[in-house]
């Protein structure tokens, strides 16, 4: 998960501060738009009464897989409720912010008897559950007995009932290249628009890779922070070792690629999903 978004009232603004030396992220002073800015991040820590932020995030919920996971910090620092997304990052938030002294209230059913839910465990596997809605029925069930993780090796066709949960391993590999002094944004949009081309999401990534010479450009690196997925750089070394299928402008630096050999160098597989892509000032190329 990236660094939250940090909304408080003016008086609160030292415990935000306290909070952001932990937690990393963005304040954002309280408004009427300041919900809409924040739900651009994948979590929110809202400094307030509950009832507050339960009215400002009430219009801007759509679904439970793709809204940030909301947490309410009382203006003494006392609590951490998590209110939104509990099994999406909001425990895990809360029970952070414990290292501040808060006590985590968590009331999310399987936590709170003091087991894993499906989500938690698929975040532990790194992986992304394939079929969403089997996720009540098997949370329920974890409530009353130990349900058996199955590792299952391929190729296989596999038939299963609503109350199985099917988890996929998180294995593709952004490599990223990007002109000098590139925006967050931009380089977020383009890694949007390459998965996108391969029908993919951002849970569908494992990690993001780049050459060793784009270790101090911060578009590239705010990009990973906001998404939460950790960042390779490759050695020019092996950059050099790995025949890229396209033709870079990266050779006049004595490379023979960005994106496409940071990719491979990665990955699991080897396997070039998706040939080096420009979009603007930046290019993507994505492995498995």
Partial sequence: MGEPAIITFPRSLDVARKIQESTGGEIILYSKDAFKQAFEYDSIIAIM??????????????????????????????????????????????????????????????????????????????????????????????????????????????????????????????????????????????IRSGLAELNASIDDVKCFASAAIKEKERGIIDSAISFGKELKFVPHELINSIEAPTHSKAKALGLNGVCEPAALAVSEEKKLLLKKRIYGNVTIAIAR
């Fill in 49 to 190: 009464a509950a009832g507050i932020a339960v009215r400002n995030i009430a219009p801007l919920i759509h679904d439970k897989w793709e809204d940030p996971a909301v947490v309410v910090v009382d203006a003494g620092a006392n609590f951490a409720i998590p209110v939104l997304g509990g099994h999406h990052g909001g425990n895990e938030l809360a029970k952070k912010l414990a290292g501040l002294g808060m006590i985590p209230v968590i009331t999310t059913a399987t936590e709170a008897a003091g087991k894993e839910s499906v989500e938690s465990i698929a975040d532990s596997l790194g992986c992304r559950i394939v079929n969403r809605d089997s996720t009540k029925k098997v949370n329920i069930a974890l409530l009353e007995e130990n349900i058996e993780v199955l590792h299952l090796k391929g190729p296989k066709i596999v038939l299963v009932d609503d109350d199985i949960a099917v988890l996929k391993k998180n294995g593709l590999v952004v490599g990223i290249g990007a002109n000098r002094g590139v925006s967050r944004e931009e380089v977020m949009d383009a």
